[in-house]
């Protein structure tokens, strides 16, 4: 008879975890954790390469309804500090990201009441038309269109589609804990709603990432709570291709409070790894943990780097200023021990 493999082997051998396991994950030394996960890294994508995107954020606007806690970005309605960024201004932006050699755009803005439906397709269209992939609009944004319109959320995503979105973010997840959700960001659509976009996003043919921002005021347990709900649903559609997992800036937000150390982000990130054995990809936050913590998450279950960012303002807002080139990422990914691969937004690798 086959030997059972202990707690911390059983994922590396693609035995699957139950929650009274994962619990369990959080009493392994850093290093077991660490090791375990790079181990289900290896089985999920055996190359020994890590990738990126070339891309810049663009925030269609910093209006916003939601007022989310944690959030140091956004700007109430009427605020002479709001901005709706035009076409010009995204053309020019565009042109600054092809000169880069950029592939995609990563599309996301506040909840803001002033818009009709037709600027966020001519965004999109705008985008497609200058030849650059668009990422576009996270879960909560969908909602909102959807309540504002008065349109079903799957009429939503297909008219972006129609006008040539290729995949959605997986923001505004925060924790997908309604208990924390209705403390830092009660104005936003509830956990429920935001895997009801992601399933219709999937249902619809689009891919999505996932996030999780923790480090606030969540438990681990929530945390925990967070990664089953987004492993169930994969389980269903298959749509999520990659997790990325990153820790809250307090810095100039209403919630306050210190970030969460390197410690509890590996040790959160290989839980995340070890837990989700259905989701492909996983990738480092350089942006809020700087490029060394970044490095040492490729050890804990990370294959991706993320993106060059050309642009960033919502982390930038909390006064953390990480910035990274293209070479200096990949010259962080060989000094690691890795071949630096550009992939798209669908992490189809050019
Ligand atoms: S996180 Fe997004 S939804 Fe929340 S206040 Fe900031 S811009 Fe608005």
């Not at 053309?91 to 009441?113: F, M, R, T, Y």
């Not at 996932?210 to 969540?218: S, V």
């Not at 649903?233 to 209403?254: K, V």
């Not at 293209?326 to 071949?339: D, F, K, M, S």
Request: net charge neutral.
């Amino acid at each position: 008879m086959g030997k059972t493999p202990s707690l911390e082997a059983r994922p590396a051998a693609g035995a699957r975890l139950g929650m009274k396991e994962a619990r369990s994950l959080w009493d392994l030394d850093l290093l077991t954790l660490g090791r375990e996960a790079d181990l289900v890294r290896r089985r999920l994508n055996p190359e020994n390469r890590v990738t990126y995107v070339v891309d810049r954020n663009i925030n269609y606007t910093n209006t916003c309804i939601s007022g989310c806690r944690f959030c140091a970005y956004y700007r109430e309605p009427g605020s002479t500090e709001g901005f709706i960024l035009d076409k010009r201004e995204l053309a020019q932006k565009l042109d600054e990201l092809k000169d880069h050699g950029g592939s995609g755009v990563l599309l996301q803005g506040g909840l803001n009441p002033d818009l009709p439906f037709a600027y966020y397709e001519d965004l999109v269209r705008q985008i497609k038309d200058s030849g650059l992939g668009v990422h576009g609009f996270s879960p909560p944004e969908i909602a909102f269109m959807s309540q504002r319109f008065e349109l079903p959320i799957k009429e939503v995503i297909a008219r972006l589609i129609d006008a040539g979105l290729s995949s959605i973010p997986g923001g505004g997840a925060e924790i997908l804990a309604d208990r924390v959700r209705g403390q830092i960001s009660p104005r936003k659509c509830d956990s429920a709603r935001w895997l009801e976009v992601m399933a219709a996003a999937h249902e619809s043919g689009l891919k999505t990432s996932a996030t999780m921002m923790f480090g606030h005021l969540e438990t681990r347990a929530e945390r925990l709570e967070h990664l089953f709900k987004i492993r169930d649903l994969q389980d269903r559609t298959r749509g999520f291709i990659s997790f990325i997992p990153w820790t809250f800036q307090p810095g100039s937000t209403a919630l306050g409070g210190e970030p969460l150390g390197a410690v509890e982000y590996l040790r959160t990130l290989a839980v995340s790894r070890l837990v989700l054995d259905n989701v492909p990809h996983l990738q480092v936050s350089w942006v809020t943990q700087g490029p060394k913590i970044a490095q040492v998450a490729l050890k804990f279950g990370a294959d991706d780097f993320g993106s060059t960012m050309l642009e960033e303002n919502v982390v930038a807002a909390t006064g953390v200023g990480f910035r990274l080139t293209r070479e200096e990422i990949e010259a962080l990914v060989q000094q690691a021990g890795y071949e630096p691969r550009v992939r798209d937004h669908r992490y189809q690798l050019l």
